[in-house]
């Protein structure tokens, strides 16, 4: 699966590149390439991966290059959501060798987190090939990454759940513990439908339930979707019972300690989404490096 960066995608690269290069650069510059590199110094690098996985992230480099010098050229060899096997050439810049050096930890820094993003993504889509589940990121991102970790989520296959708080209603356990101290006579369906009549019945609503008897209550009011927090695969097909005698159009969705171990077994239960926190809050990076080679 190919894909390319939005507008989106790009605003908040551009966000993090200012603010990566101003952690490096600070007021003084590159103090080491100050003292080796000439002014007129040309080089060539390709990024080149190291190991398996997915790629995610491509056009970095060249947001990078764009901030430091527009004079180095990228060109790309390779898409993101392609599969990289190790000596994979992904991109080849050019021009000065300075700035290549300057932005090479940035760049790297960037594609690396993507790259392990989409590669852990791909193994979970992987895992539970041939049901009818799909696995979605959460809301589990670095701080100002989101945007750009729920693109590599989707370069490794999976699906996005809601962006922010201000795209989705998902009430949560203390979402209802909240409420229920105001509405002590009231119960979960209440909560649902007082949420979906907030917005006009324009936006789908999600609850969070931890019990069959929750589930039950939630049915009544036939919200979207119900998220059904840590149960195992016996708990879960239970679930999908009472679901499809109370509400068949409301999807299922499972969450809570699924790893790649557990994730097939919970996808066989027949719940349509399963929600993963590790997709990027535990990625461990791709292994990728700058080759290269100087031009006078």
């Given at each position: 699966?190919?894909?390319?960066?939005?507008?989106?995608?790009?605003?908040?690269?551009?966000?993090?590149?200012?603010?990566?290069?101003?952690?490096?650069?600070?007021?003084?510059?590159?103090?080491?390439?100050?003292?080796?590199?000439?002014?007129?110094?040309?080089?060539?690098?390709?990024?080149?991966?190291?190991?398996?996985?997915?790629?995610?992230?491509?056009?970095?480099?060249?947001?990078?290059?764009?901030?430091?010098?527009?004079?180095?050229?990228?060109?790309?060899?390779?898409?993101?959501?392609?599969?990289?096997?190790?000596?994979?050439?992904?991109?080849?810049?050019?021009?000065?060798?300075?700035?290549?050096?300057?932005?090479?930890?940035?760049?790297?820094?960037?594609?690396?987190?993507?790259?392990?993003?989409?590669?852990?993504?791909?193994?979970?889509?992987?895992?539970?090939?041939?049901?009818?589940?799909?696995?979605?990121?959460?809301?589990?991102?670095?701080?100002?990454?989101?945007?750009l970790e729920k693109y590599a989520v989707t370069a490794g296959g999976g699906t996005n759940h809601r962006i922010?708080?201000?795209?989705?209603?998902?009430?949560?356990?203390?979402?209802?513990?909240?409420?229920?101290?105001?509405?002590?006579?009231?119960?979960?369906?209440?909560?649902?439908?007082?949420?979906?009549?907030?917005?006009?019945?324009?936006?789908?609503?999600?609850?969070?339930?931890?019990?069959?008897?929750?589930?039950?209550?939630?049915?009544?009011?036939e919200p979207e979707i119900v998220l059904l927090d840590n149960m195992k695969p016996e708990t879960l097909k239970q679930a999908i019972q009472l679901r499809n005698e109370q509400s068949p159009t409301t999807?299922?969705?499972?969450?809570?300690?699924?790893?790649?171990?557990?994730?097939?077994?919970?996808?066989?239960?027949?719940?349509?989404?399963?929600?993963?926190?590790?997709?990027?809050?535990?990625?461990?990076?791709?292994?990728?490096?700058?080759?290269?080679?100087?031009?006078?």
């Amino acid at each position: 699966m190919t894909i390319a960066f939005t507008e989106i995608q790009i605003a908040a690269a551009k966000n993090l590149i200012k603010l990566s290069l101003e952690e490096d650069l600070n007021q003084t510059g590159d103090l080491t390439c100050q003292a080796l590199i000439n002014e007129g110094d040309q080089g060539e690098i390709q990024i080149v991966s190291r190991e398996t996985g997915i790629l995610a992230g491509l056009p970095l480099a060249s947001l990078v290059f764009s901030e430091l010098n527009s004079e180095v050229k990228c060109t790309q060899h390779l898409s993101d959501g392609d599969t990289l096997e190790p000596g994979s050439i992904i991109s080849t810049c050019s021009g000065p060798l300075a700035s290549i050096l300057i932005g090479e930890r940035t760049i790297l820094n960037f594609m690396t987190h993507l790259c392990g993003v989409a590669s852990l993504t791909a193994k979970y889509v992987q895992a539970i090939q041939g049901t009818s589940a799909t696995i979605l990121d959460t809301r589990k991102t670095l701080p100002g990454w989101r945007i750009l970790e729920k693109y590599a989520v989707t370069a490794g296959g999976g699906t996005n759940h809601r962006i922010g708080l201000y795209d989705g209603i998902l009430i949560k356990d203390n979402h209802l513990a909240a409420w229920a101290a105001r509405n002590s006579d009231s119960t979960i369906a209440d909560a649902i439908r007082q949420a979906r009549d907030s917005v006009n019945g324009k936006k789908g609503i999600e609850v969070e339930v931890d019990t069959l008897d929750q589930l039950t209550d939630a049915m009544q009011a036939e919200p979207e979707i119900v998220l059904l927090d840590n149960m195992k695969p016996e708990t879960l097909k239970q679930a999908i019972q009472l679901r499809n005698e109370q509400s068949p159009t409301t999807l299922l969705e499972a969450s809570g300690g699924i790893n790649l171990e557990s994730v097939r077994s919970i996808a066989e239960t027949g719940v349509e989404r399963i929600s993963i926190g590790a997709l990027t809050h535990s990625a461990v990076s791709l292994d990728l490096g700058f080759d290269w080679k100087q031009r006078t």
